[in-house]
């Protein structure tokens, strides 16, 4: 059996297909799985991994209608079953479905904007379940292909001896015994800026913990907050700004610390990929979908009414209360020393 996998957009989401992969290879050892990409970054993030056949990048962002056609009419016919795991509720992923024309089309139904999404065009669905985390909801497209297995795997990223290697020299620049990673970002894509806990707050957080040693991660993007945190910090030389790093890198120096915190991004996925407790800061969105998963974790969050708001479409992130984005500003930073404290204490007294 041919089997496809349509884009998915975040590193965070394509890291979370990776449990019903494993599942998928394992149970189906005849399937031949081709892993379609639309960045770069999520490329790398698959890269090495034994559950996929084939990994193809097409940057259908940077691509016209017309060059994206042309990519996908060759694909028509070849496959015997494609997947759009969750979430996938854009019309371009659909329609791609569509056009490569599996015979079997596996995906979700959305409880909003389902229809003008087209998600109609796939012919094999469930209905997304809200109290369902990302990685059940994929595990659930497998009982299409017969597949069913209730223990599910954790995430999973393939790093490379020196890959391993290169991370433990980016992270050893500290004395200190416990390490901690920070990611203060986020994607700037459909208004994700504002999932951002204040930088002013992570400041007066890392000056709480004078004990530890701070990794701050970011993209190009997240430069100027890195920055800013750094000139906060009233002993700088336990903080270290790893900017701009390859994805890969990126993970195999989280890999080697002892705790990450972070918004709901990318590399809070990539930290739990890499067995690393999380301490995970939420507003908007729901912890229900995209906590850490098979890490210990906790979340920090505020219980507000209007809170969490976000659901998958394509319209962009935006707040309709009169304290906008409160559920994340007004986030205590002792709520966060305490879940980083807490988290700490249960990892270490489990180390033999």
């Known amino acids: 059996m041919n089997i496809i996998i349509l884009p998915l957009y975040g590193i965070g989401d394509v890291l979370m297909t990776t449990p019903a992969l494993k599942v998928l290879k394992s149970q189906c050892k005849d399937c031949r799985i081709t892993y379609l990409n639309m960045f770069r970054s999520t490329y790398e993030v698959l890269r090495n ?31 015997d079953c494609s ?18 024309d599996a015979k079997t089309r596996i ?54 001896p020196e890959e391993n290697s290169r991370g ?29 806990w204040p930088k002013e707050n992570f400041v007066e ?18 430069e100027e907050t890195n920055a800013f945190i750094l000139n906060g910090i009233a002993d700088r030389e336990r903080v270290i700004i790893i900017n701009g790093a390859p994805i890969r890198e990126v993970a195999a120096a989280i890999k080697h610390i002892d705790l990450f915190i972070a918004n709901d991004a990318g590399p809070m996925h990539l ?3 890499t067995g ?4 995970a800061l939420f507003g908007p969105t729901n912890p229900y979908f995209v906590r850490p998963w098979g890490v210990s974790y906790r979340v920090v969050r505020m219980d507000l009414d209007c809170s969490p708001c976000f659901y998958y479409s394509p319209r962009p992130l935006r707040c309709t209360s009169k304290n906008e984005f409160g559920c994340l500003r007004d986030l205590p930073v002792s709520s966060v020393q305490n879940a980083v404290e807490d988290l700490l204490f249960e990892t270490r007294k489990r180390e033999p």
């Open 49 to 79: 991994n034994p559950n996929i056949d084939s990994l193809v990048h097409f940057p259908f962002l940077e691509k016209s209608a017309m060059e994206t056609l042309r990519f996908s009419l060759p694909l028509r016919g070849k496959f």
């Open 205 to 222: 957080l890392i000056n709480r913990l004078p004990q530890y040693s701070f990794y701050l991660f970011g993209d190009k993007d997240e």
């Open 276 to 279: 690393r407790p999380v301490v």
């Open 168 to 196: 433990l020299e980016l992270v050893s620049r500290s004395s200190t015994a416990i390490k901690i990673g920070v990611h203060a970002g986020t994607s700037t894509f459909k208004g994700h800026a504002h999932k951002r």
């Open 107 to 160: 995906g979700h139904r959305y409880l909003h904007v389902d229809k003008q999404e087209l998600n109609f065009l796939k012919n094999k669905t469930i209905i997304e379940d809200p109290k369902l985390h990302n990685v059940e909801e994929n595990m659930r497209l497998l009982e299409f292909l017969g597949i069913r297995q209730d223990i599910i795997p954790p995430m999973e990223i393939f790093l490379s």
């Open 83 to 100: 997947i759009n795991f969750y979430p996938s509720n854009r019309r371009q992923y659909n329609m791609l479905a569509f056009i490569i």
């Open 271 to 273: 930290a739990a990929a």
